[in-house]
């Protein structure tokens, strides 16, 4: 989508309207984009019974017949299919033999996300999902697919138009961030290109297994690598498929991000635009602002970057398109740029995530970690050592060499693991952050904690610890403190929202025949 805003038609409350008329052609084009992809095979299965020729003519005569009955199809879809943006309320009429009415309160409308695929983009076409930000599948969603751009951005503006609430300060407008196109460097690293790669080589075998040359795709292979050790093979085939999933993630991550820009409108509504191809823009009202969420996976982050997350109500998850990431405010970006971004969007003079001075944890934390990191490394060890002395000497060779790579490494990700926890206030926000693989560092509002949930199992009791969980309605809905002490962990918990935990807990100095006043707070067991 351009930068620059169209001109929007000036239309009546309330008025009828139709989906844009060139939703037949979108169609036809589609089903023309079927009917090629099948011609070939079709043409050639034809051909052994048939003169080529008429064999042509056949599939040719199939493929008008599709696209026809696919545009009439649509044609009936458009005549029967109507919308209006009334005062109070959204509406949406369609259907033929099954008719469909369904009305949102405008006051629930929570988001006007608009999708544009290369062909929409073409044509000047929209597609608008106007939700509540209920979880409620399809109901709680009115989708206009297709309408021009310029009615797109209309209702947009009308459906999210709200009286500022927030003070504009001293935090700009407009633009809060845009693509740096160095950004690219952080998805290599990322965990899609592996799984690429994986995706890259099974692609492969499966459609060679179509054709049924699946057997001589591993001949050609063996054939190249006869001169070659079974261990070098393995790890060129293995290099072959990273060198692929990095090509897949990057260029994933340009079709995801290229075009990137987050600003902040007049009203208070942040808006993010992205997509190379298939073009988006999601809006978040920062009345439904709970928070931010740094996200470090391992990779990113040993390069010093971070993503950044919202943490809001009203964001549900787009059923239909699950890479649509609607919660993600910026991609992948150097720690600097992720903590000015999270300062501009909560409107701080300093990102949360950032300003709060953590609190570590108790050493029991860091044995907790090392103890299930050692059990996760050496179950399958045992595994493989017990069969080894069963069956063949060669996996006792596999365990030892499992045992030199997996043994450090459990141990390395255990104590960063420890490293990470921490928690901690920062004016109005309580911070909490865990992890080492995907390290995540949520600030999020004191206000928006509804609820405290305290986890204790036999053995955390025994350690002293305990795992508190803040539920909100906003973002995932709980967000956790991992094996924080006993007493400094309630203590957190009444400080970050006074007045929440109080009625659940026994003071210490109020415990009968306690000898001393203790710091903090106790479960009654």
């Not at 070939?40 to 008008?64: K, Y």
């Not at 057997?215 to 054939?223: A, E, H, L, N, P």
């Not at 929440?500 to 001393?516: A, Y």
Request: aromatic share 6%; hydrophobic share 50%.
């Amino acid at each position: 989508m351009s930068s620059a805003e169209p001109e929007l038609e000036p239309v009546a409350e309330g008025e009828w309207r139709r989906l844009d008329k060139r939703t037949v052609l979108v169609t036809a084009f589609v089903m023309a984009g079927v009917a090629a992809g099948a011609a070939l095979p079709t043409t050639l299965g034809l051909a052994g019974g048939m003169p080529l020729g008429q064999a042509f003519g056949w599939v040719l005569a199939g493929a008008v017949l599709l696209i026809a009955a696919g545009a009439a199809a649509d044609y009936v879809r458009w005549r029967r299919t109507r919308y209006r943006i009334g005062l109070d309320r959204a509406e949406l009429h369609t259907g033929l033999l099954l008719v469909k009415r369904r009305s949102l309160a405008r006051e629930r409308v929570r988001s006007v996300d608009l999708s544009a695929n290369p062909l929409l983009r073409v044509l000047g076409l929209v597609k608008v999902r106007i939700g509540t930000g209920e979880h409620a599948g399809g109901e709680s969603t009115l989708e206009l697919d297709p309408v021009s751009k310029a009615e797109g951005e209309r209702l947009r503006t009308q459906l999210l138009a709200r009286t500022a609430t927030t003070a504009p300060g001293t935090h700009r407008e407009g633009d809060l961030a845009a693509l740096d196109p160095s950004w690219i460097r952080y998805a290599p690293v990322s965990f899609v290109a592996p799984l690429l790669g994986g995706a890259a080589v099974g692609g492969v075998m499966q459609v060679s297994e179509w054709f049924g040359a699946q057997r001589k795709v591993i001949d050609w292979v063996g054939d190249r690598f006869q001169d070659t050790s079974i261990a070098l093979t393995l790890v060129l085939i293995v290099v072959a498929a990273v060198a692929a999933g990095v090509v897949g993630a990057i260029g994933l991550w340009v079709e995801m991000w290229w075009n990137y820009r987050l600003e902040r409108e007049p009203g208070g509504t942040l808006r993010v635009r992205r997509g190379l191809f298939t073009a988006r823009s999601i809006s978040i009202e920062e009345r439904r602002l709970r928070g931010v969420e740094l996200v470090e996976p391992l990779g990113v982050r040993l390069l010093g970057a971070a993503r950044v997350d919202a943490v809001a109500t009203g964001l549900a998850d787009d059923e239909q398109d699950k890479h649509a990431d609607l919660k993600v405010l910026l991609p992948p970006a150097p720690r600097m740029v992720a903590d000015e971004v999270a300062a501009q969007v909560l409107r701080e003079p300093v990102a949360p995530t950032s300003a709060a001075r953590l609190t570590a944890h108790p050493q029991a934390a860091r044995t907790r970690r090392l103890r299930r990191a050692l059990a996760s490394a050496l179950l399958p060890l045992v595994v493989l050592t017990v069969l080894g002395a069963w069956l063949t000497s060669v996996l006792l060779y596999i365990a030892a060499a499992c045992a030199v790579v997996a043994l450090p490494a459990a141990v390395i990700f255990a104590l960063d693991a420890y490293r990470s926890l921490g928690h901690g206030i920062s004016g109005a926000y309580l911070v909490a952050r865990s992890g080492t693989v995907r390290r995540a560092t949520v600030a999020l509002q004191r206000g928006g904690v509804i609820g405290w949930t305290v986890k204790q199992s036999v053995f955390q009791r025994r350690a002293g610890l305990l795992t508190l969980t803040a539920t909100t309605a906003a973002g995932a809905g709980a967000y956790s403190v991992y094996d924080a002490g006993e007493s400094e962990g309630l203590a957190f918990a009444s400080d970050a929202v006074p007045g929440l935990l109080e009625p659940f807990l026994i003071r210490g100095d109020e415990t009968e025949g306690c000898g001393s006043a203790e710091v903090g707070a106790t479960i009654p067991v």
